[in-house]
């Protein structure tokens, strides 16, 4: 069983003890201690179940490798699943439960799928399921469904926080291992800014635990120091429980810091993703160990070595009472030490090579311990929990020579350097055959900006497992780093020169190596996903040969661990099986992140209200408390309508309509684009802006112009002004003022450089107010306005006032068929203002109206809108827009486009107005039906409905349109069928409804 | 995520700031090109594997266009440079040619 | 080759699976084909395909420079839909559509596909009217859609937040026979038949020229030397520019990166597809328990497979606001491909300038769905040497003549 061996476990504090919760018992564990180590502590071995066969799993990791210790935490809303118990600090309260299992850890039905193994062979589900064709949406795939998926899906609103921090530093390391610590402090004492961070709680890495003899003393107090020194350098950031999990174009880093999962009563945001710009990065993100491929190696109890030696040193925790060892490398002899010295029993140390290890293996044997050399495991006995294993040679097919019993099994299959950073952005590797893994090749980094190399690796992670190299490589790389960017360091260089002597290490992708097949279906690669030998075997036979077939059809690698373990002994079998050596079947693809993010971090502090920013005009609060129905219009909020009382939103509308076509109404019109243009080319420049000639417009009148993309499409109407000779105001749609404001910059800065013309953006600068009615004049007359009258301010024209001592520009423009002045004034005294003319307007009706009001208006009068008359493939020839396209000139931006066949084709669809026969609206988006179908299938259609509306002031349904040879069919009926398979027949008329001529805005 | 330099602000910023315009020196064509040389400045795009020489807009800093020289495989940005010039100057294909001697401002118009 | 059966598996488990052949076959190359079309993802799988099966042609080459179905086919988040606008489009996704509905009997290969309904979320006016329109649209094109309420969104999907607060959901456009498939499926049954047709699928098999004469086609340059042809059809996405530039002739068509990414594995959650297109944003629940989340593209021309992380986060940003329990998901994995788009984002099934050499390219963010429609119409063109009604709206000439197929003038622009 596993237990809490006394006297052990340097991080945990044992007079500190916690409570915690499994699956509902209460267990207890130390302050320090892993969900994981505190499970096993509490012989809780059996922690979860496989993806796809269910079959029990234990832990067999202790970090961020880990496969299968993936359980829920916490409750309600801040539940969360798949969190890694190897990751996850104990706290007192902590509550957890395992996954994937129904309906309990102990006895899980979806275990029957264990039996039918044989049945369910790689990529069975791409053979089988398609009879009777409906059966995979209403059967498979729901069982399918329900079988797969690891935790319970979160729930509602999540209550925590998250946030962005922004680092920009010169050197950036990644892991706080020896070579990290060591790299850092070079790098600091050089002068740089360096940012280091740890992804556990803890520095010192596997240092810390193995404690290699270097020539400057204990390593556990070189690192004590070297901590030290670097927490007190004002040039340095350390942060710990920061994992890098991701190295971006040009450098750009991603760290993930998680500041309260670690304690039941922190405050402040959850996590914390860090947006580092480092001029170099430094990765020692050291290297994990590969698990050992023999059959039933995924029984609870089988582990990483290292894995079995940290619970141990850590947190004084035996996995087991007898431990067998199996390995092909020195490393793992330290495991076995390790555990003897701590009293507990190693019956036997099976090493794969022939001639055994080094120094170590003497130190072993001096222990009593019984090492079998050239050996292997052919099977491990039990289910839910090692029962003993078969001891077999490792040449041959796994005749068993004798049966040990133990109730663990500490295995190493070599170390793979962790180079998911190098790689994310296009670091090569190559194989190391000596290391039997693969490692940075150093002559082909990731580049940054300049294309030169923008990350190094250092430590185990660079391949340096022994440590002598490690320290002398760590301070030559980090020297280089230095000298690249201009800085100076004497740091002499550490050394290991008494290190223990270790052979090399035997590749052993299969155990035995002439495994049966019978043995090769029980031996699993990718514990999370189920596979084994057999799949990838079986994935080589079909054809799937490149790694990332392979992959995919197996689902090697594709677990939450992204496989970390599996992916280099199932890359191994792959190309064993297809006969070819590892490097040329290459590595899947290493992708962001290293270890999965929380999607709360990803996202930061932009939630609800934060969202993305509110565009609010200086009158949004009074709209807010007078009723308005918000609507969006590009960031903007706009009232639609302001609902009053007991109304609906349609009788606001109309009521609103009516006051402006009966009374007086008053519109927020701010968010309209203005765009200053001024010098002296300014009408060369606009002539070819807007399709109208603008270059003779005389000061103080204004002109309807449109804009037309280089390709010919209508894109934004608005009306200029002429200020004086060389500026104007060019207003534009309330969505269209950014681009517009930045198509004209890219033509003046691209194109026309030799223009004198300057263009700013001042929508915001001014708040504009529209008056709109019969009345309106007499609402500004009593306000004070002098120069409004018809002779003094004709239609289309307009003048600059001082009323109640704020200067007004007023526009006597209309989009609503009504007499109407739009007044322009700063900002600040926008809202002022706006008030104002309310109070002035009261005795004539005056009513603030929305949108919608507007729109109805509009399309009463037949002007169009962008965006609902235009979409992107309309040109105003479409639109009856022919008198705004210019003849005078020579160019103008679309005047070519509009040249090309199918602009000038007389079957394009025109504007025109449609009333429906029974007076109803016709449904928005209504296609109308011409004869037949076309070569395709599909009805042939005529025209389409593009505006569509109750009007209040003639009390009907109106709507305008696009349809084929419209105008010329003025009085013709055509049918719109309707979504539900009803007919709405529709008169085309002239598209304005409204006082047609323009009798009531020219008073 | 790119790291650009404006040389109108001469600071090096991230690309989040900037707002890509696609190729650069298009020549524009207008009222007497044919429909082929119409359709080709509106639509051919190079579309190199290499370097490509493109428009950018300094859109959250001081508003200015300008031209860009990257490379789409590597994303190595060999320099940036006015907007108001016809072809890229000597200092950008030197810097390109050092990296890519093959590489000719001429060939890949 | 064997028929892929429930039966045959059970046979192949009494013999520890040793039975099974490989998939596709790996064959020494002709010196000359009927046709050699370039690039084996799914589209051109799919031109193969139908070229033998609708019109008899077998004697085809299938050239791929890396490996089958290796490029945007097995990188996009597999999402199938034909709720299309304009109607060139809604014709050729919705024939793709329904060809999905019997392609896994028809190819004797489980694609999945599950017609588990998409929908997309209005969230403005603007996107109420546009979607509106569509659904008229679709009803008279013959695809079937609706145009659904907020209470029947949140029934067909719980996990909704309705209400906003920045961009309450008005509506969304339903296509209940829209859904998802394997996506690595599609490239390796489509290979697997060709493959029995006798056709030749040409791995690691790079294209360096294109061999014409006069004006027309003769073959390609390869790494290990020349293939002939009597008709060539280039299907290679993002590439297509290199190719084009071999033939001699120019494309419309730029190569951007656009990114998606996974969560880790829940439990059931969400049976439907969702786009929200307002805030950028689609997502989806794999067969495995991922949230399949797509993102935006980068605004320039990239060939790195990687994208930049802003579209990441402002993707992430979106679906939270519209599934508030996204936000404690882990992202396990996020990826880049690179899509071809064209100057109306729709696209390019066509002759090219030189005779007898074809193109398929420019499906931007949508080729997934598109593929068996796609190979069905390209392999017609292929075989009468010109374009059949499905495919000739998309020809090349259009972007002279000004008659573009614009599907972003419906609110919706991602795919």
């Known amino acids: 069983m596993s237990s809490r061996v006394p006297g052990h476990g340097s991080l945990v504090n044992s007079s500190n003890p916690v409570k915690f919760k499994f699956n509902g018992k209460e267990l207890k564990g130390f302050q320090g201690d892993t969900l994981a180590s505190a499970l096993l502590a509490n012989n809780q071995v059996l922690i979860g179940r496989s993806f796809k066969y269910h079959r029990p799993r234990g832990f067999v990791a202790s970090g961020v490798e880990e496969p299968n210790g993936l359980f829920g935490l916490g409750e309600g809303n801040s539940f969360e699943p798949n969190a890694r118990a190897t990751t996850t600090e104990l706290f007192d309260g902590l509550v957890s439960c395992s996954q994937n299992h129904w309906p309990s850890l102990e006895f899980d039905i979806g275990y029957v799928n264990n039996y039918l193994s044989s049945l369910l062979p790689a990529g069975f589900y791409y053979k089988t399921f398609m009879h009777p064709r409906p059966a995979w949406k209403y059967i498979f795939e729901p069982i399918i469904r329900k079988s797969a998926g690891l935790g319970k899906p979160t729930k509602g609103k999540d209550p925590d926080k998250y946030e962005h921090f922004y680092a920009y530093v010169d050197v950036l390391v990644v892991g706080g291992g020896i070579s990290g610590l060591y790299s850092a402090k070079i790098a600091a004492k050089s002068g740089a800014r360096v940012l280091l961070i740890e992804q556990t709680p803890h520095f010192g890495g596997q240092a810390s635990v193995d404690k290699p003899l270097i020539d400057q003393g204990p390593i556990t107090k070189l690192m004590a120091k070297l901590i030290n020194e670097l927490q007190g350098m004002n040039n340095v950031t350390i942060r710990a429980r920061t994992v890098g999990v991701g190295v971006y174009d040009h450098g750009y880093s991603l760290a993930y810091e998680r500041l309260i999962d670690h304690e039941s009563n922190l405050s402040g945001p959850r996590h914390r993703l860090w947006k580092i710009r480092a001029k170099q990065i430094i990765t020692a993100t050291g290297a994990i160990e590969r698990p050992l491929s023999f059959a039933n190696n995924d029984v609870p109890g089988v582990m ?3 894995a079995v030696r940290n619970y141990l040193t850590n947190y004084g925790v035996s996995i087991g009472d007898r431990t067998v060892v199996v390995t092909n490398n020195d490393d793992a002899y330290r495991t076995a030490i390790s555990l003897r010295n701590s009293g507990l029993s190693v019956p036997l140390i099976i090493d794969s090579r022939p001639n055994g290890a080094g120094e170590l293996a003497k130190t072993a044997r001096d222990l009593g311990i019984r090492i079998e050399n050239g050996k292997a495991v052919s099977i491990v006995h039990g289910k839910d929990r090692v029962k003993g294993i078969s001891l077999c040679d490792q040449v041959g097919s796994g005749t068993v020579l004798e049966e040990i019993s133990c109730d663990a099994v500490a295995m190493s299959g070599g170390w793979s350097p962790v180079v998911n950073l190098w790689s994310h952005c296009g670091g090569k590797l190559s194989w190391d055959n000596e290391l039997s893994a693969f490692r940075p090749k150093t002559e082909f980094p990731p580049t ?67 495994a049966s097949t019978k043995l090769k279906s029980k031996t699993w690669l990718d514990f999370q996903n189920d596979v084994k030998v057999i799949d990838v075997e079986l994935a080589a036979q079909e054809g799937f040969e490149s790694v990332e077939h392979a992959k995919r059809y197996t689902t090697l690698g594709m677990a939450t661990d992204q496989g970390k373990l599996s992916n280099i002994n199932g890359l191994a079998i792959l190309s064993e099986s297809l006969h070819k050596d590892i490097p040329s079947v290459g590595t899947t693809t290493f992708r962001p992140p290293y270890t999965p993010i929380s999607m709360g971090s990803i996202a930061g502090e932009a939630r609800g209200e934060l969202f993305q920013p509110i565009r609010k005009t200086p009158m949004h609060d009074w709209h807010d408390k007078h009723g308005a129905e918000w609507e969006p219009v590009g960031q903007w909020l706009r009232p639609f309508c302001y609902v009053e009382g007991v109304e609906s939103v349609e009788q606001a509308v109309s009521r609103e309509v009516m006051a402006c076509r009966n009374k007086v109404g008053v519109l927020d019109a701010s968010t309209l684009g203005k765009i200053m243009v001024r010098g002296k080319d300014s009408g060369k420049f606009l002539d070819m802006i807007y399709t109208n000639l603008m270059s003779n417009l005389k000061p103080g009148k204004c002109r309807y112009g449109l804009i037309c993309s280089e390709n010919g499409f209508l894109i934004d109407d608005g009306v200029v002004a002429r200020i004086d000779e060389n500026s104007y105001i060019c207003h534009t749609t309330s969505g269209g003022a950014e681009n517009i404001y930045s198509m004209m910059e890219e033509w003046l800065q691209t194109e026309w450089w030799d223009f004198e013309v300057y263009v700013t953006n001042v929508t915001e600068q001014f708040s504009q107010i529209t008056v709109v009615g019969g009345n309106a004049r007499r609402v500004l007359d009593k306000l004070g306005f002098v120069k409004i009258d018809s002779d003094s301010l004709p239609f289309m024209g307009w003048v600059d006032e001082k009323v109640l001592g704020v200067c007004v520009r007023v526009y006597r423009i209309s989009f609503s068929g009504e007499l109407s002045f739009e007044i322009s004034v700063p900002s600040n005294k926008g809202l002022y203002l706006w008030d104002e003319i309310l109070l002035s307007g009261q005795e004539f009706g005056i009513t603030p109206y929305g949108t919608e009001a507007l729109h109805v208006m509009r399309a009463e009068k037949g002007f169009i809108m962008i965006g609902d008359e235009t979409d992107g493939t309309v040109i105003p020839q479409d639109l009856g827009l022919d008198w705004a396209l210019s003849k005078k000139k020579d160019d103008y931006i679309g005047k070519r486009a509009h040249q090309r066949s199918n602009m000038s084709n007389p079957e394009r669809w025109k504007l025109v107005g449609l009333e429906s026969t029974d007076g109803s609206v016709i449904p928005e988006g209504a296609y109308a039906i011409g004869l037949g179908e076309n070569e395709v299938g599909q009805k042939v259609t005529i025209g389409r409905v593009t505006s569509t509306y109750y009007s209040p002031s003639l009390k009907k349904g109106i709507a305008l349109g696009l349809v084929a040879h419209g105008p010329d069919r003025l009085g013709e009926i055509i049918q719109f069928p309707t979504l539900t398979n009803s007919i709405v027949e529709a008169k085309i008329v002239s598209p304005v409804f409204y006082d047609p001529d323009g009798l009531k805005q020219n008073v | 995520m790119l790291l650009l330099n404006c040389p109108y602000c001469n600071l090096s910023c991230e690309e989040t700031e900037f707002l890509a315009g696609g190729q650069a ?27 490509h020489i493109e428009r950018w807009q300094h859109l959250y800093g001081c508003g200015k266009w300008f031209h860009v020289a990257r490379s789409t495989v590597t994303l190595e940005i060999f320099g940036s440079y006015s907007a108001q010039t016809l072809s890229p100057p000597k200092k950008i294909r030197a810097n390109i040619n050092k990296k890519l001697p093959e590489w000719h401002w001429e060939n890949s118009k | 080759m064997k028929r ?24 020494i190359p002709k010196k000359k084909y009927d046709v050699v079309i370039v690039g084996a993802g799914g589209h051109g799988l799919a031109t193969a395909y139908y070229l033998g ?11 791929e420079k890396g490996w089958l179905g290796g490029g945007n086919t097995g990188r996009n988040t597999t999402i199938i839909r034909s709720n299309y606008l304009q109607d060139p489009s809604a014709a050729i996704y919705e024939k793709s559509r329904s060809l999905y509905e019997h392609l896994s009997q028809d190819l004797n290969y489980n694609l999945m596909f599950s017609p588990r309904g998409v929908m997309m979320l209005a969230q403005t006016e603007h996107e109420v009217r546009g979607y509106k329109r569509t659904a008229m649209a679709n009803a008279l094109q013959g695809v079937p859609t609706e145009y659904i309420s907020p209470e029947k969104v949140k029934d067909l999907c719980p996990i909704i937040n309705l209400s906003g607060p920045r961009y309450p959901v008005l509506g969304a456009l339903w296509q209940a026979r829209g859904g998802t498939a394997r996506h690595d499926a599609v490239a390796w049954g489509y290979a697997r038949k060709c493959s029995e047709m006798g056709m030749h699928i040409l791995q690691q098999k790079e294209v360096t020229s294109i061999i014409s004469k006069n004006g027309k086609i003769g073959g390609v340059g390869t790494n290990s030397g020349d293939i002939l042809c009597d008709k060539l059809c280039i299907v290679v996405a993002g590439h297509s520019g ?79 606001e519209t599934f508030p329990m996204v936000s404690r998901l882990k992202m396990l994995r996020q990826w880049g491909g690179i899509v071809d788009m064209t100057g109306d984002r729709s696209p390019i099934i066509s002759k090219t300038p030189l005779e007898n050499c074809f193109i398929n390219c420019g499906w931007g963010t949508g080729g997934f769905k598109a593929i068996p429609g796609s190979g069905w119409a390209t392999a017609e063109m292929i075989a009468n040497g010109e374009a059949g009604p499905l495919a000739s709206p998309f020809s090349l000439n259009r972007f002279k003549e000004g008659r573009f197929i614009d599907e972003s003038v419906a609110a919706g622009v991602a795919h």
């Open chain 1, 304 to 306: 990483l070595a290292s």
């Open chain 1, 448 to 514: 940054g900006v300049n294309g030169q190399g923008c990350l190094s690796v250092v430590g185990s992670a660079n391949g340096d497992l022994l440590i002598d190299d490690l320290l002398r490589v760590t301070h030559e790389v980090t020297v280089r780093v230095i000298k690249e960017l201009g800085l100076k360091t004497n740091e002499k260089p550490l050394s290991a020169t008494k290190e223990i002597k270790e052979n090399l290490i035997s590749a052993v992708w299969k155990m035995p190596y002439g």
């Open chain 2, 25 to 51: 020196h298009i020549k524009r064509q207008s009222i007497d090109s044919s429909d082929q040389e119409f359709e080709s400045y509106l639509f051919a795009r190079k579309n190199p594997k290499g370097v």
């Open chain 3, 4 to 27: 892929y059966s429930s039966f045959a598996i059970v046979r192949e488990a009494f013999r520890n699976h040793s039975g099974w052949k490989r998939a596709w076959a790996s064959p």
């Open chain 3, 53 to 63: 099966k609708n019109h008899g042609i077998t004697n085809v080459a299938v050239l």
């Open chain 3, 242 to 320: 290199a190719l084009a530039e071999m033939g001699g002739f120019r494309l419309p068509l730029e190569s951007v990166a656009l990114q998606a990414l996974v969560s880790e594995p829940i439990k059931p959650v969400m049976d439907v597809v969702v786009m929200a297109n307002t805030v950028h944003g689609y997502m989806s629940q794999s067969d495995k328990g991922e949230m399949v989340i797509g993102g935006g593209a980068d605004g320039y021309n990239n060939y790195t497979q990687r994208g930049s992380f802003q579209h990441i986060e402002e993707t992430v940003r979106s679906l939270i």
